[in-house]
Each structure stands twice: as C-alpha cells, then as structure tokens.
C-alpha cells in the first residue's frame, strides 16, 4: 500500500501526535511525516495544540523526502492562501518599553552624577 509521494504533492493526512516543535501527520500510506511549528500557519504559532489536534483530518504539501532517514517535512501553510497581511501579528505598542527606557535613563544619570559628586 506504499504509495509514490512527490516533493510539491498534496494529499489528506490525519494529525497522529503534537510537540513543542510541531505535529506528526499519518499519510495514507501509513508513513508519518512532520509539520515543523513553522509550517502550521500563517503567522505566529506559540503552541501547536492551538491549531491542531490528535485525529485532525489536515492537507499537507510534501516539502521533503528523505528515504534513507525515513523522513519526510510537511506544510500545512503552503496549503492555504496567505492572509493580506502576511500573517504577522500586530505591532506591540512601544509606547510603554520607551517610558521605561526613559525612567532607567533618567535614574542611571542620576546615579553616576552622585557617584562623581562623592568622589570629589
């Protein structure tokens, strides 16, 4: 039942296990592959089990074939459309680190000055 998969092939898999690094999607011809973290989604993916879980029903592309480490690499990403965006997460607003940075700024002036002021 060994069926001939290609790089670029796409084919239904079923989500067989998650780690902290990615899922193991069993293939139809029983071989399982792995869909690294970075090619679950468009985008920022903290934890895998957000997006996927045991006994998903997913569409992988074959991304590579590695016959003598019985390899292979999937995406479920490059199934998909990208988003307008690109798949970014939103900019953090900055606001908030920059008034921090401001009070260090301003503390640490403070501190060498006393610190030249006692030497003298």
Wanted: proline share 3%.
């Amino acid at each position: 039942m060994a069926e001939a998969y290609s790089v670029g092939d796409i084919v239904e898999g079923t989500v067989d296990g998650i780690t902290g690094f990615g899922a193991f999607v069993k293939l139809p011809d029983g071989r399982t592959g792995l869909v690294h973290i970075s090619e679950v989604a468009h985008g920022w993916v903290e934890n895998v089990s957000d997006h996927l879980s045991v006994g998903d029903t997913v569409k992988v592309k074959i991304l590579r074939i590695d016959e003598a480490n019985n390899k292979i690499a999937l995406s479920i990403k490059a199934t998909q459309p990208a988003p307008a965006d690109g798949g970014r997460r939103p900019r953090r607003d900055n606001r908030d680190f920059e008034r921090k940075l401001a009070d260090f700024l301003k503390q640490s002036e403070k501190k060498l000055r006393d610190a030249r002021l006692e030497r003298w």
